[in-house]
């Protein structure tokens, strides 16, 4: 029993606040005796898991398309339709840069959303929270066999599982870290940013592989067993074809099975690692089928002192995320030669090389806690194996296009976990009891970190500030501002915007053409196109990842057919076309200008090479109908545009033409087809009522035409309502 408070500091049993304290001491307890009686344990912390997941996510739902999201996603040409789910594996992430990401199942990952949201972002952000969800409850029940591997070598798989009934603290122990690792705000840029799936993805097909592995090791039945080894090597696989650093979870994978699981079968585990071997090869295989691209070396030659100042500097970085993250913001670097330009810029930006001395302490500490004997020794030495495996890729060994990223910290943050876990675990037994409330606590603030960080990703003006009121300070981040302020006419501000980024990056051909798209809104012709002839110039020497530098070209071709002069504005983009032949903006301004001054025959030869090259291209099997229907070639132009709304399941444009067409033969039961499918696509836009009561009209059912403008009306209403309110 607990002492009585002084009397002085005691309140009346029926003061408010005493009678409120009880009664939700009372609905505590009671609600955790209910969940104790008619809940599992594991069920428990399956809600848990799940539910702060998604609390601490809540703003990011409502979040715009933000920083790569409008390129990798609502505009990219693969996420139109599940027809070209196969089609995904023949290409790289990126389609007019120089990256040679392989991501196919990311793209199919957006071919799903778009199927079932649009362009609605809301269900795009869902699908990243329930990925981020779901592989934190993986982890939780990867975690408890593991930790059972590392404490109990000497006992056989089978008795670990009916160990682990006994033995509560490790399922303890493995979900405080899943839970630490679900709320942890450094994967903010993962969970919040709809481009940055692509860890989520991998993390969630390589923690199913490595369950699915353990099922059916346990499982007697031949068939099952094969089956689920079978589907555990597409897991994968499939991880993989999400993002490159599966290649760590199948090295982690195999090191745990030959190092760890001695007592495993001999036959097994050779088999299994040269499945995994098949599983590898075969992924570089899927690697060839993309076209090869010719990327440039990369721009840093590091002597090796650098490179592995670069090391020490990224592992303390990272060190410091994980245990303090604070100023967390994409385009982070431990690097930038421009600081050392002057004595003045040396001295501001002197804070970094703390990183270097941070960074020896954290692989010292690595070192030190593995070495240390006691139960949980192999415990630790695996969570620091762990996190140095994913460090290594990411550490500035090799050229990456950053020299940290906090994404980057998806999988490397577990084995950090283990790894104090395992410390956590060696503290006397006196102390420990307070460990768990420690853990938890640290879980509560990092979910309110996470909550906070999660709101930077509501809009991308509110994204790109607090990006830079954070220490963000790249280029990109500066381009971006000056678009959102052109976007609302603001072209002074962002003329304002660029010249500052041109002083720091002055050959940043994005930069430089924003600001020659602002001196020509503002009347500034001259210099305008001294710009974008400038820009263009450069497009085929530019460095890798250094933006969309064609768009130079695209923009001086417009300024000078908006002149008058049509011959310089083909010229300019046949020779840009000759550099890209495979971006369609380019092809499909050509075609217009052609279309314009020529008519549409001469247009049809080079927009039909871009269809052939290129069939998936929704874009372009559109503008193919559209010249065939201009050229008067009806069953040309209604077999392009099928072909162009079977390569868009949203698209509504392609069946409106053959509609119009349709009816004009007087073919009216197939317009009536057609526009069905049309008002399926978009059932809430009363344009689509509209034309079906047309075509209603042209087959005499007079009553359906009405209904039809009805529901137009209702629709409008709607819309003008909701207009209101905002």
């Known amino acids: ?59 990011a739902l409502q979040g715009e398309w933000i920083w790569d999201d409008n390129h990798l996603v609502r505009d990219n040409p693969f996420a139109k339709s599940p027809a070209l789910i196969l089609e995904t594996f023949r290409h790289y992430l990126f389609q007019d840069s120089l990256s040679v990401h392989y991501r196919p199942v990311q793209n199919i990952s957006y071919i799903f959303d778009y199927f079932f949201w649009s362009t609605n972002t809301w269900g795009f952000h869902v699908t990243n929270v329930v990925l981020h969800t779901v592989s934190g409850l993986l982890l939780y029940f990867l975690l408890r066999p593991l930790f059972a591997s590392l404490i109990f070598p000497r006992i056989s798989a089978d008795a670990r599982v009916r160990l682990l009934q006994r033995v509560r603290w490790i399922s303890h122990a493995s979900f405080l870290v899943a839970l630490i690792w679900v709320l942890h705000p450094i994967h903010s840029a993962v969970v919040d940013y709809i481009s940055g799936r692509a860890d989520s993805l991998a993390f969630l097909f390589a923690c199913a592989g490595w369950l699915i592995f353990l099922r059916a090791r346990e499982s007697l039945h031949p068939v099952v067993r094969g089956s689920l080894y079978t589907l555990a090597a597409g897991s994968g696989l499939a991880a993989l ?125 690595l070192i030190v806690g593995s070495a240390k004997r006691g139960r949980t020794q192999a415990l630790r030495m695996f969570g620091a194996s762990w996190f140095l495996a994913g460090y290594l890729p990411i550490s500035n060994l090799v050229s ?60 991308a003006e509110t994204f790109y500030q607090r990006t830079l009121s954070a220490g963000g300070t790249s280029a990109r981040i500066g381009v971006n501002l000056a678009q959102i302020s052109s976007g609302r006419r603001d072209y002074a501000e962002a003329e304002r915007i660029l010249r500052n980024v041109l002083k720091v990056a002055p050959n940043y051909p994005l930069a430089q053409n924003n600001l020659a798209d602002a001196l020509s809104r503002q009347g500034k012709e001259k210099e305008a196109e001294d710009l974008f002839s400038g820009v263009a110039a450069s497009a085929t020497t530019a460095v890798p990842n250094s933006g969309i530098t064609w768009i130079g070209a695209l923009n001086l071709a417009a300024m000078r057919h908006k002149a008058g002069d049509d011959t310089s ?58 010249l065939y229907a201009q050229k008067g070639d009806v069953d ?31 073919r009216f039961d197939e317009a009536l087809q057609v526009q069905r499918r049309s008002v399926a696509r978009q059932p809430d836009e009363p344009r689509q009522y509209m034309l079906l009561s047309d075509v209603l009209e042209k087959l005499g059912r007079s009553s359906e035409s009405r209904a039809a403008l009805a529901r137009a009306a209702q629709l409008r209403l709607i819309l003008r309502n909701q207009l209101t309110a905002n």
């Open 400 to 459: 990456l296009n950053a020299t940290v990223a906090e994404h980057w910290l998806y999988l490397p943050s577990v084995g950090f976990l283990i790894f104090i876990a395992g410390c956590s675990l060696e503290i006397p037994q006196l102390h420990r009891r307070f460990t768990v409330p420690l853990a938890l606590v640290m879980a509560a603030a990092l979910g309110t970190c996470s909550y906070l960080r999660s709101e930077d990703w509501t809009t």
């Open 1 to 59: 029993m607990f002492a009585p408070l002084p009397a002085a500091n005691v309140a009346p049993d029926n003061h408010p606040v005493t009678r409120r304290a009880a009664y939700l001491w009372f609905l505590a307890k009671s609600c955790s005796t209910v969940a104790a009686k008619f809940l599992p344990i594991d069920c428990l912390r399956i809600v848990i898991l799940v539910t702060v997941s998604i609390a601490v996510r809540i703003p």
């Open 569 to 626: 504005a083909i010229a300019t983009l046949e020779r840009a076309r000759h550099d890209y032949p495979d971006v369609w903006e380019i092809t499909a301004f050509e075609s217009e200008i052609l279309r314009g001054t020529e008519g549409p025959d001469a247009a049809m030869g080079l927009m039909q090479t871009f269809a052939t090259a290129n069939w998936w291209h929704h874009g372009a099997a559109l503008a193919v109908g559209r």
């Open 636 to 666: 040309l132009a209604v077999e392009a545009l099928r072909r162009a709304s079977l390569l868009d399941v949203h698209d509504t444009e392609s069946l409106r033409l053959i509609v119009l067409m349709r009816l004009r033969q007087n």
């Open 241 to 365: 074809c999400s993002r490159e650093v599966a290649l760590v979870w199948i090295a982690i994978f195999v090191a745990h099975l030959l190092l760890v699981e001695k007592r495993t079968a001999i036959r097994l585990r050779v088999l299994t690692t040269l499945c995994c071997s098949v599983v590898v090869l075969t992924y570089f295989g899927l690697r060839r089928l993309p076209e090869p691209r010719a990327t440039a070396p990369p721009s840093e030659n590091w002597s090796a002192p650098v490179r592995a100042t670069m090391m020490a500097r990224a592992l303390g970085d990272y060190g410091r995320l994980i245990v303090l993250p604070r100023y967390l913001h994409v385009e982070r670097t431990v690097f930038d030669p421009l600081q050392y330009g002057s004595n003045a810029a040396w001295r501001s930006e002197v804070g970094v090389e703390y990183l270097s001395i941070l960074g020896v302490i954290v692989l010292a500490g």
